[in-house]
T-cell receptor
Framework: GAVVSQHPSRVICKSGTSVKIECRSLDFQATTMFWYRQFPKQSLMLMATSNEGSKATYEQGVEKDKFLINHASLTLSTLTVTSAHPEDSSFYIC???????????FGPGTRLTVL | SQQGEEDPQALSIQEGENATMNCSYKTSINNLQWYRQNSGRGLVHLILIRSNEREKHSGRLRVTLDTSKKSSSLLITASRAADTASYFCATDEANDYKLSFGAGTTVTVRA
């Protein structure tokens, strides 16, 4: 079964509004989670690293004020797309490493459509 | 950042045939992983190969890694219609779980 969940799976919003996406590790604790973005028919691009208890670290070119990340607990990270615009429409996927090994688990993704 | 190139971009084969796809990358790595993504869905981890390994098997999957050429290949043997998906390689440079993904290969298996 799924070990990382995301909510919502789909969201449609109007331009200028903010959208929050949740990423949860279901049966393990994750001090670190990752957020990726995938445009249609393209690959995944790492946006940021979410760190429990400290600030997120962002990849080059990703606006930290636009993509707010909060690692609220050892099982929850949230990504808030602020003042969303149509160009933010994308598939957002989170991942979480399960301690003690190389494997990390990906969430099912959230499809954001900004009208 | 995206580091991998994948080849081919798309592949169409008959059920029962083998599918081979290749991935090249640019920097030194700690490990390389292959993932499958069904349309509009999340990623499924297939196999991980470490930089000191040359070949790895998992069921019908065979992965090779050539660090001197900075390339990897994924072979799916005896393909099935359910193997239809996009396949991505991803490299972990520093063993910190931060992955750089290749462009992906879309595989279609015809029944």
């Amino acid at each position: 079964g799924a070990v990382v969940s995301q909510h919502p799976s789909r969201v449609i919003c109007k331009s200028g509004t903010s959208v929050k996406i949740e990423c949860r590790s279901l049966d393990f604790q994750a001090t670190t989670m990752f957020w990726y973005r995938q445009f249609p028919k393209q690959s995944l691009m790492l946006m940021a690293t979410s760190n429990e208890g400290s600030k997120a670290t962002y990849e080059q070119g990703v606006e930290k004020d636009k993509f707010l990340i909060n690692h609220a607990s050892l099982t929850l990270s949230t990504l808030t797309v602020t003042s969303a615009h149509p160009e933010d429409s994308s598939f957002y996927i989170c991942s979480a490493p399960r301690g003690g090994g190389d494997t990390q688990y990906f969430g099912p993704g959230t499809r954001l459509t900004v009208l | 950042s995206q580091q991998g190139e994948e080849d081919p971009q798309a592949l169409s084969i008959q059920e029962g045939e083998n599918a081979t796809m290749n991935c090249s990358y640019k920097t030194s790595i700690n490990n390389l992983q292959w993932y499958r993504q069904n349309s509009g869905r999340g990623l499924v981890h297939l196999i991980l190969i470490r930089s000191n390994e040359r070949e790895k098997h998992s069921g019908r999957l065979r992965v090779t890694l050539d660090t001197s050429k900075k390339s990897s290949s994924l072979l799916i043997t005896a393909s099935r219609a359910a193997d239809t998906a996009s396949y991505f390689c991803a490299t972990d440079e520093a063993n910190d779980y931060k992955l750089s993904f290749g462009a992906g290969t879309t595989v279609t298996v015809r029944a």
